[in-house]
């Protein structure tokens, strides 16, 4: 009697079922290999791979457990370091089309943070439509890892005109609003790298209007606001050393500076003696002290380099004394020529 052998396939099947294992799950692409990541053409066979890759490690990336997402990520973003451009150029676009969907409100946190992780490895249209997808995620974090990658893509020069146009929209809008911190410095560092002259009056604007949220918030850390203002500062001095005509950003600039040293030399008698042992208050009174010897430093090139102007002297800004006295010198200087600007405009409570 002959005895007649079962199929592999349906032994297959048959240990699927038992075991609980999904057909998915059994037959995922785990892997793609080397020479499909090196090609400098693809083929159909070869797209098709790539794509069940994208969707098993996707589909991963929405686990519950940190682990396997973690192991996802990094599956997911690997290839894009030392992929051909042939092969980058088909797989950014199809895994930036599986995950920007990923970083919606109804989608778990974790999910979320690690498409934004990824981003850091997209560029172009991918990065903007993940940027104008995700710019008002509830998450800090989200929106912290989104606005990086953006600015590090902006200098690198991954963006063209039209995708910058796009960037500073979103970033602009977000400028107004972004109450983190950290989420802030990013944005300003973005805008800074950003290459259209409405950047720059972006940047302007969102500086100046922070004064009055640091009025309203006096232990807010100035930090973010001093980098920001730092990038804008190396960057109209790059643009002046190239010729270009930035002498009204710069009294601008310079205006604006004089709004924070007023504000700080209001604000410094209250920190300048924290209580021994108060650490919170003392890093208070010494970012203050940091954030005025700045603005100092921006109005002194502003006057002496830019309007061949004399500036007061540095004096101690722990000191609200000192700022004081020296704030009323710098307003006399900002007040006339070449400046002529108003009281009203270097109000703190403008």
């Known amino acids: ?36 990541m090196g090609a400098q053409t693809l083929s159909d066979s070869n797209k098709q791979t790539i794509n069940r890759f994208l969707d098993n490690w996707v589909m991963r990336l929405q686990s ?19 992929g051909s451009q042939a ?5 950014r676009p199809n895994l930036a089309t599986r ?24 560029t172009g249209n991918e990065l903007v439509a993940l940027l104008q997808a995700s710019a008002n995620d509830e998450s800090p974090a989200v929106r912290y890892w989104i606005a990086k990658s953006v600015g590090e893509a902006a200098k690198a020069k991954a963006f063209d005109q039209t995708q910058q146009q796009a960037v500073l929209t979103v970033l602009a809008d977000r400028l107004k609003a972004e109450d983190s911190s950290l989420v802030l410095e990013q944005i ?28 309203d918030n006096p232990d807010a850390r100035f930090k973010p606001v001093q980098n ?14 190239n010729g270009q005509n930035v002498t009204k ?31 919170a208050a003392e890093q208070i009174k010494d970012d203050k002290a940091q954030m005025a010897r700045r603005c100092f430093q921006v109005m002194e090139y502003v006057v002496t380099d830019v309007a061949n102007g004399v500036a ?24 006339a020529s070449p400046f002529n600007f108003n009281e009203q405009q270097l109000s703190v409570t403008e």
């Open 228 to 241: 920001g203002m730092q990038q804008l500062w190396s960057k109209l001095i790059a643009l002046r050393t």
């Open 188 to 215: 300003l560092v973005a805008l800074a790298e950003i290459q259209l002259p409405q950047a720059i009056t972006t940047i302007l604007d969102g500086l100046d209007a922070r004064v009055a949220f640091h009025k």
């Open 87 to 91: 092969f980058l150029d088909y797989y």
């Open 312 to 335: 007061p002297q540095l004096i101690n800004t722990n000191v609200g004394a000192e700022l004081t006295v020296s704030r009323d010198r710098w307003r006399d200087i900002f007040i």
């Open 99 to 122: 995950v920007i969907p990923l970083i919606g409100p109804d989608n778990q946190l974790m999910t979320r943070l690690n498409v934004a992780i990824i981003s850091a490895k997209l």
């Open 249 to 279: 950003d710069l009294h601008e600039l310079g205006r604006i500076a004089f709004r924070y040293y007023s504000l700080i030399a209001d604000q410094m008698p209250d920190y300048e003696n924290p209580l021994e042992g108060d650490t």
């Open 1 to 36: 009697m002959r005895i007649r052998r079962c199929p592999f396939w349906l032994l297959t099947v048959l240990w699927v079922v038992i075991c609980g294992i999904s057909a998915q799950t059994l037959f995922a692409q785990e892997s793609i290999p080397q020479d499909i």
């Open 64 to 82: 519950d457990e940190a682990s396997e997402v973690a192991e996802a990520r990094a599956a997911l973003t690997a290839p894009m370091s030392f």
